[in-house]
């Protein structure tokens, strides 16, 4: 398998803009993550899926993100209108399980500045 | 909110030397991971421990869970310049619903 892939893996937008990152998660992986990791905070999980459906977005800092996960294999996270403060490493992660310590498979991450 | 502590937040140390960086919380976790990220990488898990004061080896790593659970340390062994990279931990519990929470991480540099 190729693991986690996510894309693009730089993305420079002005402010007001929308922004799509894209992530295909490890094929029969039942669960995907979107972290959001910044130098002053690190990574902070922003919302999961289990078998498609989102279960917790409890993390989604406010209403100009969402995010989907229309099959097994493709999620989207948006940002509109996009702000210089969104300006992070955003990733995408798979896992088989949650709970049993199994751990996560990481993507290579998107990098999004904002101007 | 589950809150994991590291320290230090930044360790650099000349190749062959030992080293030890930490990993805390007030909050039990049912396990807890290690991972390491390279520049321009997604975190890469290192190794998961599961029982109160259970030790795992990993070549020149050494990883410890706390009795209570709460705490973790990973040790390493005459270190490499190639152990250079930001090293996490990461818990889970089931009073967050298993979501992984993730600490700030230690940055190490190894120098030759």
């Known amino acids: 398998d190729a693991g986690v892939i996510q894309s693009p893996r730089h993305e420079v937008t002005e402010m007001g803009q929308e922004v799509t990152l894209r992530c295909k998660p490890i094929s029969g992986h039942d669960y995907l993550f979107w972290y959001r990791q910044t130098m002053m905070r690190g990574l902070e999980l922003l919302i999961y899926?289990?078998?498609?459906?989102?279960?917790?977005d409890s993390g989604m800092p406010e209403d100009r993100f969402s995010a989907k996960m229309p099959n097994a294999s493709f999620s989207t996270l948006k940002i509109q209108p996009s702000e210089p403060r969104d300006s992070a490493v955003y990733f995408c992660?798979?896992?088989?399980?949650?709970?049993?310590?199994?751990?996560?498979?990481f993507g290579s991450g998107t990098r999004l500045t904002v101007v | 909110t589950q809150l994991l502590e590291q320290s230090p937040q930044f360790l650099s140390i000349q190749e062959g030397e030992n080293l030890t960086v930490y990993c805390n919380s007030s909050s039990v976790f049912s396990s807890l991971q290690w991972y390491r990220q390279e520049p321009g990488e997604g975190p890469v898990l290192l190794v998961t421990v599961v029982t109160g004061g259970e030790v795992k080896k990993l070549k020149r790593l050494t990883f410890q869970f706390g009795d209570a659970r709460k705490d973790s340390s990973l040790h390493i062994t005459a270190a490499q310049t190639g152990d250079t990279g930001l090293y996490l931990c990461?818990?889970?519990?089931?009073?967050?619903?298993?979501?992984?929470?993730f600490g700030k991480g230690t940055l190490l540099t190894v120098n030759p």
């Open positions: 992660a798979s896992s088989l399980i949650v709970g049993g310590g199994y751990g996560y498979t």
């Open positions: 899926f289990n078998n498609n459906v989102p279960i917790d």
């Open positions: 990461a818990g889970e519990s089931r009073g967050s619903n298993y979501k992984l929470t």
